[in-house]
């Protein structure tokens, strides 16, 4: 990935810009349940309307600020990813121009149409999955830890619990995806060879009536990327299930804990920083299923990475000189002697 980010640093302020915009954008979310907790506090206990209203107001401003600053990082990032993938296009595009044929057989070329298109919008997707949720989720992350430490410092021993089991269901369900994920870019390439091969030799197919033939052979490639694809929907269905059942969990540990400790007789919890303690654990939570989302497309996406740079790191069996000899115009005869011929890997 490191090779192929080079492309983004002509877009360097605007990614600083995209980061800022984010950083504003998550501190006014973690913002906002510590006023709501004031307002029970200080304004619903003790029936003081105006308070409510002047934080009320605060809290409004605030999700007027949070809304200007993700829909502005959503649109830069967005603009950012597309050009991303747009140079890394014409990149591979030219490189693919200086190769000779024997280059081009090497890959074969439905592997290099699939890795021109397919495997690069798997990693513009990365990058636009990055620039526009990534970077919020561990802000939000540590940010929520951090203010939900400040609301209870007993109640908040359930994160220590409750993290390392999201965690560990990420680890468990990214190590079974892995493998999946590099086969499923070479069945695509399977599907677009038996493709290009059926349209280009159309007329030979129907001269000799292979249509039921050929038929078959897309059928076999096509149920294969299917199975495939399938068994890699299997794997990523399985997340939401189990996150939200750890989310909910959570929140019945969350709410039995801290009725506890809101009805203490020694230093009580306010009901107030109860309900924002619940918003920042529902935060965490949230910014770690950002994360898994992120971490789902990251084994395909690094997938298409190594496919995209075996094509960009492949030098040219033929190149012009760097100084070439003028000869002038001299006319003489050419002849072969010893001359073989083979193909890569093959004997001669």
């Known amino acids: 990935m490191k090779k192929l980010l080079k492309h983004l640093k002509p ?5 600083v810009f995209i980061v800022l915009l984010i950083f504003v954008q998550t501190i006014a979310n973690l913002y906002l349940p510590n006023l709501n907790a004031d307002i029970i506090n ?8 105006g308070y409510i209203l002047r934080t009320g107001g605060l809290m409004l401003g605030v999700s007027v600020l949070l809304a200007v600053c993700a829909v502005t990082a959503v649109y830069w990032g967005s603009r950012t990813a597309m050009k991303f993938g747009r140079d890394l296009r014409r990149g591979m595009f030219t490189k693919v121009e200086s190769f000779t044929q024997a280059d081009i057989d090497r890959f074969g070329t439905p592997s290099l149409i699939t890795r021109n298109t397919n495997d690069i919008q798997q990693v513009q997707m990365l990058v636009l999955m990055c620039l526009n949720i990534m970077i919020a989720a561990p802000i939000m992350c540590v940010g929520g830890v951090i203010m939900a430490l400040q609301q209870d410092l007993q109640l908040s021993s359930t994160i220590a619990v409750i993290v390392p089991v999201l965690v ?37 197919i129907r001269a000799f009536i292979r249509n039921d033939y050929e038929e078959k052979r897309f059928d076999e490639a096509n149920r294969d990327l299917t199975k495939t694809a399938l068994t890699i929907g299997r794997i990523i269905a399985s997340v939401m299930p189990l996150l939200m059942l750890v989310l909910n969990l959570s929140t019945v540990a969350i709410m039995w804990f801290g009725g506890l400790r809101v009805s203490s007789d020694v230093n009580p919890m306010p009901i107030g920083n109860l309900t924002a303690f619940i918003q920042y654990i529902m935060q965490i939570l949230m910014s770690v299923m950002m994360a898994v989302m992120m971490f789902v497309m990251i084994p395909r996406a690094m997938a298409s990475a190594e496919r995209i740079n075996e094509v960009m790191d492949t030098e040219p069996s033929i190149k012009d000189p760097e100084n070439p000899v003028e000869i002038g115009n001299i006319h003489g005869k050419l002849e072969f002697r010893n001359v073989t011929f083979a193909y890569g890997g093959a004997e001669e």
């Open 11 to 15: 877009y360097t302020g605007q990614i």
């Open 42 to 49: 200080n304004g619903v206990a003790k029936g003081d309307t």
């Open 168 to 204: 560990l269901i990420v680890g468990v369900i990214l190590w079974r995806a892995l493998p999946y994920f590099k086969i499923m870019q070479k069945k695509i390439d399977r599907v677009n060879l038996v493709m290009r091969e059926k349209l280009s030799g159309i007329r030979v």
